[in-house]
């Protein structure tokens, strides 16, 4: 199939089925649009234009891009990174910034449909995105401020990185690159030699383990190593205040959540670590759940 990415032709052959999102970090190496939640579309971080529109790229399979434009923060022109960025770092809208290059480029079509949108209109644009840190009005504010800039084709002015004294206001450290997409998270992050790591979760809120048996999971060609509780020779218990939160749980004890850890897979990837998670086999005494208190 053949497709634009940023204004480039693009041929792929590969697995049809394969999300997008995967396509763009893994074969592109193009970091900006980032995994929070995949497969869930839940958190918007992932955000890209497909055929002028924003597209969730998590569940966006490469079916779908066949004939069509993927547009990422990589292929707008400088002028527009330039206005994001210097937008959301003039209103304060980027913090941790995770899920920042996913918000643009909703924006970057909102403005592109909508050159002058209310606060309601971008309230209503932001609804598939997740932000922890801000509270959206700040976002909000950088949004509407960058719809401001291109109407009337003014330049937003990089706030200043010169110090100024006590009490001057300054920049967000790295901010811009961070806007951007440009900043890598651990995620992002490749080196020569990399594993990747999965962890095989609880089945059931409340449960006694009876058995974990990892033994086709270490047979999956690509796994280095399966571990589970027996694995870990210090305390396995940690906490805030109480130690009270096994790392693992072991055979023979009860789950608390289905977040609890019962076993690690490290591979040569992370499809074949999550491949190996699969092949674990739990044996579970399932219990009631502690659901009132």
């Known amino acids: 199939m053949k497709f634009l990415l940023n204004g480039q032709s693009r041929t792929y052959d590969g697995d049809p089925e394969r999300p997008l999102l995967h ?44 004939g069509g434009e993927v547009t990422t923060i990589e292929g707008l022109s400088e002028v527009e990174q330039a206005r994001f960025a210097n937008a959301f770092l003039e209103k304060g809208g980027v913090q941790c910034g995770f899920c920042i290059p996913g918000i643009v480029m909703q924006a970057k079509v909102l403005i592109d449909h909508h050159p002058d949108p209310t606060r309601q209109e971008v309230q209503k644009a932001l609804t598939p995105h997740l932000c922890r840190c801000t509270g959206y009005k700040k976002i909000e504010d950088a949004i509407l401020y960058a719809a401001e800039s291109a109407r009337e084709d003014k330049t937003i002015p990089a706030p200043s990185d010169n110090g100024g004294g006590v009490g001057a206001r300054l920049a967000k450290y790295d901010s811009y690159n961070v806007v951007l997409g440009r900043r890598p998270y651990v995620d992002d992050m490749r080196l020569p030699g990399l594993r990747y790591g999965a962890l095989k979760f609880s089945d059931h809120p409340r449960a006694r383990v009876q058995r974990i048996d990892t033994q086709a999971a270490a047979q ?13 020779p210090g305390e396995r218990y940690t906490g805030l205040i109480v130690q009270d939160w096994p790392v693992m749980v072991a055979e023979g004890e009860e789950t608390r959540y ?14 074949i670590a999550r491949q190996a998670t699969a092949l674990i086999e739990v044996d579970y005494e399932v219990l009631p759940p502690l659901s009132d208190m």
């Open 23 to 66: 396509y763009l970090r893994e074969a592109e190496g193009i970091i900006s649009p980032k995994d929070g939640c995949a497969p869930q579309a839940a958190c918007g971080c992932c955000a890209v234009e497909l055929n002028g529109k924003a597209v969730l790229s998590c569940v966006i399979t490469m079916a779908k891009v066949e």
């Open 258 to 271: 289905i977040g609890d850890v019962l076993a690690a897979v490290v591979a040569e990837s992370e499809e």
């Open 220 to 232: 999956l060609p690509g796994v280095l190593r399966v571990f589970t509780a027996a694995d870990i």
